[in-house]
RNA sequence: GCGGAUGUGGUGAAAUUGGUAGACACGCCAGACUUAGGAUCUGGUGCCGAGAGGUGUGCGGGUUCGAGUCCCUCCAUCCGCACCA
């Protein structure tokens, strides 16, 4: 067969190898500061390259900011779009362990892959900025911010970070009485004490100010993985990866003292153009609420057990106390004919992980310890028990319980007969606690008769006179833990000398990643890096150096700082360079970093504008959130005689029926199964039998999952890359919905956006060959173009690109009907359509401007509108709000001429039938509603 | 349980400030050109109805000349957090 080409065909395939060639020839897309043009940065959230690659749900974002980028380009802006890999990670890890081979070749051939992937995309990056976060040149700065952040701490005063020197002088001079700082415990000591500290004393009350601190504390820990897990690493109460049992450790961890920028993080989120849901989303993770800690004597001891509460005006509702298990004075407090029980639920509730515990709200557990407390305002005697309801790593690890008003004290107390004390006026509390703050305070003493915010107050003050605690500020937010027990992170810039962290010094950066003989924890529980040997290491200081890494969040919390100049060798960025590029002005990525990229991203941004290394202390001016892209996975039935059934040969009855998911390449067009193709595709169905429909044929149900592989349902770039080429697929998964919202992907939809191109280019090519005409343009054609340039750019500002691909579609229909085929129309649309479809447009340009280099070097299309006034409007006319007929009236009319116009319509006294109009709205060129 | 989002044809969706509901596509139906093309073009397509017309944006109320849009109650689905004191 011949197959004959004519200038005719839109050769996608040829076309888009074609211009990406040329693009990375002539580095388009490279981009250097240029103070003459105003700056614009947009980013990406890096992707983690795994060994699956992509699918079609990556690039959607990708897509929305690359479109966004080249649109900014052509009006004139200097434009940042880069792009890197995420490249330190678990998976990589797991695999190592699994086949030996090391995790840097793994990651090496996924971002090869990754990048032939985004290639084909035809993305407009830098890619002569690419970062990645494994790379030993940009893990030398990682380090680097880790020792500016261990060698600062937080002063309240300033209310910033300072570097720890100016601690210790102040610790020199005075000691840390005048020292109002963030810090973990509150040893007051003259400065002749801190002298006679030794350098480990010293070192120890330095840690509970630094920034980057070691301390001890409660750790998911997984065996399996022996590794710490932060919580939302866990899933169900198992390691998200490999699903291992996870039990409470304490150990001595690295952490980041970003409690210290709670309110500052909550300051920031009003100083940037985030949705309202994401930035909820971050109040509720730091979580502030506003209460009081109160001390509670325990009776025939010295102790005293701090609570905090949100509610101190319910102080005199108390009747019980409830420690967490871990408490470290359950131990204290415990009475001998108590402690069998109290050891029991100690190690009942050890067993269970801090979600676990959290999330059974049915089964409701406790232990007494046999103490009392006493009430610091009546004296009277409170029982103290231990549940496991009450977090050790939440506020004190105590609460003091006021039944009547917390369901879950509430529910303890009925549960264990505990005493529930009314001190609500005229509420009832026989069924459940009363939880609104909207009553009146009784049996109370002095806070009787008082509304919840004078109780508040009062209570407070009272709290505060008897100088048992005071009003304070408490925030969810927890101080995150920075060291992972794994091989393939950072390695800490730190070594230990007598037992205590050292700075390695900034000339022997980076310490770089050992190899080590196998990827696993050593048998005595040490990460894996103590198993490299000495020569290993690329420095060895003092006894030993640091064997932890650092968590996958280290790298990716200062990436776009590295991207404005990655080849630095002397800092981790130019201070010129960042003051050019500044914020990042638009950031699209999912919204499951909420609470863990983008909350750590601006901490660490805020610490280093703190210490003087930046002049932003917000990262991200606007942040999008796209949706996710889901799959449609395919699901067959499996009947107990083990064959398979059609969807529509289902008994009613489900019994014993079990499902299973089915490749969707294994799929005809009418969701049938490929039979021999099923066969062929897993060993346990090459013997399948078959129950089939009427038509012989094994229909599956199609549902929405998320897309993966584990599904059997992810759709790939490639193969639609392939088959309709770049262009077509951008603008199909723009044209898919709006770019937040999640949506299935169907990929039938794509042949209407590729004949949409195919229309576009038949523009050119109306007599056989590229052709345009100079002649002027005609009305009607300008109308078409200049109303497309106000709706596209609209659109674009408003990043609703899938109404911007429709507008497209509409002005290539109304162009083709014109038969307009003049040159200054299509040129004018080319430019508008390249950031969408940059390869089609890029080839139309080169015909059409052959002395261009590229189309992305032309000026975005003014609007004039001008073109698009008009003398009349078709009034829609409405009797009671039902719009009956249109009118076509001048639009020079005054409302009361419009008015009589419409009355005296013939279609107007059919609808009247007789009557008399009540009313007449005429709103002037929108709408004429006749009221009856 | 708390918080957030969403609910519009067979499907994806549009309607930016309250003003013609369903743009633009997919699919489907008819037809043209043709006779193997998964091509291109034309027309139709919310639902009920022969038609006139009626009806219609999760349910039920409300505000308004006018509500997909604003307010209230409820329902459903999805996501996040989860005994947060």
């Known amino acids: 067969m011949c197959i004959l080409f004519t200038t005719m065909d839109y050769t996608f395939n040829a076309i888009e190898a074609k211009w990406r060639q040329l693009w990375q020839e002539r580095k388009t897309y490279q981009v250097t500061e240029d103070s003459s043009k105003p700056k614009f940065y947009v980013l990406d959230m890096f992707p983690y390259p ?62 090869a892959r990754y990048r032939e992937q985004l290639d084909l995309m035809g993305f407009s990056f830098d890619w002569d900025r690419e970062v990645r976060t494994s790379d030993p040149s940009y893990y030398k700065w990682t380090q680097w911010i880790f020792k500016q952040l261990f060698n600062a701490y937080y002063d309240l005063s300033t209310n910033k970070a300072e570097p720890i020197a100016k601690l210790i002088a102040f610790f020199e001079k005075d000691g840390n009485q005048s020292v109002n700082a963030v810090c973990d415990q509150e040893e007051v000591f003259s400065a002749s004490t801190w002298a006679s500290f030794s350098a480990a004393e010293k070192e120890a009350v330095l840690q509970q100010y630094r920034m980057a601190y070691l301390a001890e504390s409660w750790v998911n820990w997984c065996p399996a993985l022996g590794t710490v897990l932060a919580n939302d690493e866990i899933v169900n109460g198992v ?10 450790k304490r150990m001595m961890q690295w952490s980041m003292r970003i409690k210290a920028y709670a309110e500052r993080l909550l300051e920031g989120l009003d100083r940037i153009d985030w949705t309202d849901a994401l930035k909820e989303q971050q109040r509720n993770w730091i979580g502030k609420s506003k209460g009081a800690s109160v001390h509670f004597a325990v009776k025939d001891t010295e102790l005293q057990i701090e609570v905090f509460t949100t509610r101190p005006d319910t102080i005199f509702g108390v009747s019980f106390m409830v420690l967490a298990p871990e408490h470290p004075f359950v131990a204290q407090i415990c009475t001998a004919d108590q402690q069998d029980e ?15 515990r ?3 709200v049915k089964n409701i557990s406790g232990a007494f310890t046999g103490a009392y407390a006493l009430h610091p305002f009546t004296g009277k005697e409170i029982p103290i028990w231990i549940g496991d309801y009450v977090l050790a790593s939440y506020g004190t690890g105590a609460v003091m319980a006021v039944p009547c008003g917390d369901q879950r004290d509430y529910d303890f107390a009925k549960h264990f007969g505990l005493p529930i004390p009314a001190i609500f006026a005229d509420k009832d509390i026989s069924e459940m606690a009363y939880a609104e703050k909207d009553a009146f305070i009784a049996n109370s003493d002095f806070l009787n008769g008082l509304d919840y915010k004078a109780a508040m107050e009062k209570a407070i003050a009272a709290i505060e006179t008897k100088g048992i605690g005071k009003g304070k500020t408490n925030y969810r937010l927890r101080d995150a833990v920075f060291s992972r027990q794994r091989y393939w992170g950072e390695p800490f810039p730190v070594y230990y000398q007598d037992g205590l962290p050292q700075l390695v010094d900034d000339a022997l950066l980076p310490v770089t990643l050992p190899d080590v003989d196998a990827y696993l924890p050593t048998e005595d529980g040490e990460p894996p890096l103590a198993r490299a040997a000495k020569e290993a290491w690329s420095c060895q200081l003092g006894e030993r150096m640091e064997y932890n890494t650092m968590p996958g969040w280290a790298g990716s919390s200062w990436y776009f700082l590295r991207y404005m100049d990655p080849h630095n060798q002397e800092t981790f960025a130019d201070p010129e360079k960042l003051a050019y590029w500044n914020q990042v002005d638009l950031y699209i990525g999912g919204s499951e970093h909420a609470t863990g990229h983008l909350l750590y991203a601006r901490f660490w941004t805020k610490a280093l504008y703190d210490l003087g290394f930046l002049p932003f202390d917000e990262p991200f001016a606007k942040l999008i959130n796209q949706g996710m892209i889901l799959g449609k996975s395919a699901i067959a039935y499996i009947g107990p005689d083990q064959k398979m059934y059609s969807l529509d040969m289902l008994p009613a009855d489900k019994e014993g029926f079990r499902e299973v998911r089915i490749l969707i390449d294994l799929l005809n067009d009418d969701e049938t199964i490929q039979l021999d193709a099923l066969k062929s595709w897993q060993p346990q169905y090459a ?16 549902e929405v999952d998320k897309m993966s592989k584990r599904w059997y349902n992810v ?75 106000k709706k596209l750019t609209d659109d674009l500002e408003r990043f609703s690109f899938n109404t911007g691909v429709s507008s497209f579609m509409i002005c290539v229909n109304e162009l083709t009907e014109q038969k307009c085929n003049n040159r200054h129309i299509l040129e004018q649309l080319t430019i508008l359509m390249a950031p969408y479809a940059p390869h089609i447009c890029e080839e139309i340009w080169s015909q059409l401007q052959p002395s261009s280099s590229s189309i992305f070097t032309a000026t975005y299309p003014a609007f004039d509108a001008s073109f698009l006034t008009e003398s009349t409007f078709d009034y829609p006319v409405s009797f009671n709000g039902k719009m009956r007929y249109k009118a076509t009236l001048e639009l020079s009319l005054s409302i009361d001429e419009v008015q009589a116009h419409v009355l005296d319509k013939p279609e107007t006294q059919k609808w009247l039938e007789g009557k008399t109009p009540k009313k007449v709205i005429v709103v002037h060129g929108k709408i004429v509603n006749i009221v009856l």
Not at 240 to 248: A, T, Y
Not at 695 to 702: A, E, I, N, P, S
Not at 742 to 756: A, E, L, M, N, Q
């Open 342 to 356: 109290i050891a029991a639920y100690q190690q009942q509730a050890a067993l269970k992980t801090e979600r676990d």
């Open 687 to 702: 013997q399948q039998e078959f129950v089939c429909n009427a038509d012989g044929k094994v229909l599956v149900k199609r």
């Open 50 to 111: 795994s060994g699956a690659g992509l699918h079609v749900g990556h690039p959607l974002g990708y897509i929305a900011s690359d479109i966004f980028a080249r649109y900014k380009r052509l009006k004139g802006f200097n434009v940042l779009h880069p792009m890197g890999y995420d490249s330190f990670g678990l998976p990589a890890e797991q695999y190592a362990i699994q086949t030996g081979q090391h995790p840097a070749i793994t990651t090496k051939e996924n971002i």
């Open 715 to 789: 759709v790939t770039p490639d193969d639609l890359c392939e088959k309709y080429g770049a262009d077509t697929l951008r603008m199909y998964e723009m044209f898919l919905g709006p770019l937040e919202q999640s949506k299935p992907w169907d990929t039938k939809g794509i042949t209407g956006v590729h004949g949409f191109l195919k229309k576009y280019w038949r523009l050119f090519h109306l007599n056989g060959q590229f052709e345009v005409s100079d002649a002027a343009p005609s009305p009607v054609a300008l109308k078409t173009l200049h109303k497309t340039i």
């Open 239 to 248: 390691s998200e990866r490999g699903g291992h049992p996870v039990e409470q």
């Open 358 to 360: 959290q999330a059974d």
